[in-house]
């Protein structure tokens, strides 16, 4: 996609997790515009770690400031808030799945067209960028970045409508994959779902203005109301009139699909305050949990969440269980950018760089550890080490989403198939083999839609989005050019 980032990372030094797209803010007609944007990124800072940027427009000119790292090492400072004056603004933390790291795809882009200026920030992936790419490059148009999220703006600027809304909605409309989207003109704040609403988008307000963003935890920090989604396929346009007063006008399809969210926002990447389909995530991963213990019992003394992912879902395990619930890992929350590329020496440390082990609560124990899920499965092997090394008895690994066994090209950074851990043994127990447990289970595929949803997975016509799971993708893949038309047949051959 453009700069989304993926799931959240459990093990920076090896890349042995899922990371998402990225979070988007904007809002409309307030004076704090730029600051409220900041707060809201700061809340949605989990869904990309790696860089920030606000645009904002002030009556006459459009102001831009994008940065690398964090939003608050950039966006606290008065000095750069005062670079961002006006009442309508648009922001975007990032974490690049695709694209390559730089300031040049830092969201939001601007462009500056014959019906405008526009900027938009964009989260997920578009599965046919790098085919209407390389289109709009054989007409001679030059990109500036390598961001998917520029096809957009090309796109506009090609339409043959006249409103700068119906260009936009004529860029969309061509798109394919999963995205959320809000895009800022001299007048408007305009905000899109993809057509199955694989990536959330909430409708809020504050002091009567309207804002737009990932999570609802955007809206918490900023102290707003949370009006409803943002539904699949809609677009939603919100202008200031002559008088200051707000129209919004909200387009849907003609030929609605049915809504397809992302089960990873539930099981990983949305924020455990977050209400996202009208569902508690937090809620879920209990859930979760309280399903797993009824799938996979074991014999034990503790259940101990890897942190932070798993805390939710044991909690409902042990809940379920009747064992005990301790936080016998430590997890070491200032572990900063210095460790992303290591030294050799600072990397033997291993997972002991961002979680220690609490041996009053694990040594001589039976320990059941529950995380969310497992991608590599590098991780998993240091923590059970770990466990293994302050005293516990046995090591039993409960995971609260199934087995990985696909790619994701929705906006979720995953490795190849061929790296993901449950396509490189036979079985779940050459898999526990490998971490070093003593067993390892994983929840079903029902036993997660029944956490989220309350139903098990209609095979038929599936309520949510879980390729990475099933192999089912909901929609064209474009730019693979058939690579993965075999993809499922063939791992499902590599697992029996």
């Known amino acids: ?58 009556g006459k000119q459009f102001h831009t400031e ?46 500056e067209l014959e019906v405008g200026g526009i900027a938009i920030a964009h989260n997920g992936n578009f599965t046919n960028g790098l085919t209407l790419r390389r289109q709009i490059i054989a007409t001679g148009a030059i990109c ?32 394919e994959g999963g995205y959320a989207m809000v895009a800022l003109t001299r007048t408007k704040l305009i905000a899109a779902r993809d057509p199955i609403g694989i990536r959330p988008l909430v409708m809020g307000e504050l002091d009567g203005k309207p804002i737009f963003c990932s999570e ?4 918490d920090i ?3 109301k949370y009006i ?35 089960l990873f926002e539930y099981v990983y990447f949305a924020r455990p305050d977050s209400v996202v389909g009208g569902r508690s995530i937090y809620v879920a991963r209990k859930n979760m949990g309280i399903n797993l213990a009824k799938e996979a019992p074991v014999d034990a003394d503790v259940v101990v969440p890897v ?7 044991a909690l409902g395990y042990a809940q379920q269980s009747g064992i005990p619930f301790e936080y016998g890992i430590i997890r070491n929350h200032y572990v900063g950018r ?30 059941v550890l529950v995380d969310d899920s497992i991608v590599r499965g590098t991780t998993s092997l240091k923590i059970v080490q770990m466990i293994r090394d302050a005293g516990a008895k046995e090591v039993h690994i409960r995971v609260a989403s199934p087995k990985i066994f696909y790619p994701d090209f929705y906006g979720i950074d995953t490795p190849d198939a061929d790296k993901l851990l449950a396509n490189q043994y036979a079985d779940t127990e050459a898999m526990a083999k490998y971490i070093g447990a003593d067993s390892l289970e994983f929840l079903s595929i029902d036993g997660l839609y029944r956490a989220v949803g309350g139903e098990d997975r209609n095979s038929a016509r599936p309520q949510f989005t879980d390729h990475y799971f099933t192999g089912d993708y909901p929609t064209r893949l474009l730019d693979k050019n058939g690579e993965t038309a075999g993809l499922k047949l063939s791992v499902m051959a590599s697992n029996g």
């Open 1 to 58: 996609m453009n700069e989304s980032h993926s799931f959240s990372i459990k093990d920076d030094l090896d890349g042995d997790t899922l990371h998402e797209e990225c979070g988007v803010f904007g809002i409309l007609g307030h004076p704090d515009a730029a600051t409220l944007t900041a707060l809201g990124l700061h809340a949605l800072q989990h869904r990309g770690q790696e860089a920030a940027g606000i645009v904002t427009f002030d």
């Open 66 to 111: 994008k940065h690398m790292g964090l939003v608050g090492d950039h966006y606290t400072n008065p000095a750069v808030l005062a670079k961002l004056p006006g009442s309508i603004s648009i922001g975007h933390t990032r974490y690049s799945t695709t694209g390559e790291v730089a300031l040049r795809n830092v969201q939001p882009l601007f462009a």
């Open 144 to 175: 500036q970045s390598t961001s998917d999220t520029e096809v957009v703006l090309h796109l506009i600027a090609r339409s043959r409508h006249a409103s700068t809304t119906d260009r936009f909605i004529d860029a969309i409309r061509q798109m």
């Open 216 to 219: 609802t935890c955007a809206l």
């Open 222 to 224: 900023i102290g707003a």
């Open 228 to 262: 409803r989604d943002v539904e699949n396929g809609e677009v939603i346009i919100c202008e200031i009139q002559p008088d200051g007063s707000i129209a919004i006008d909200a387009r849907k399809p003609a030929n609605p699909q049915p809504e397809r969210l992302c």
């Open 307 to 313: 942190p932070d992912g798993g805390t939710p879902a």
């Open 338 to 367: 210095t460790f992303i590329e290591p030294t050799q020496q600072i990397r033997a440390f291993g997972v002991k760089l961002k979680h220690s082990a609490n041996r009053a609560m694990i040594a001589g124990k039976r320990v």
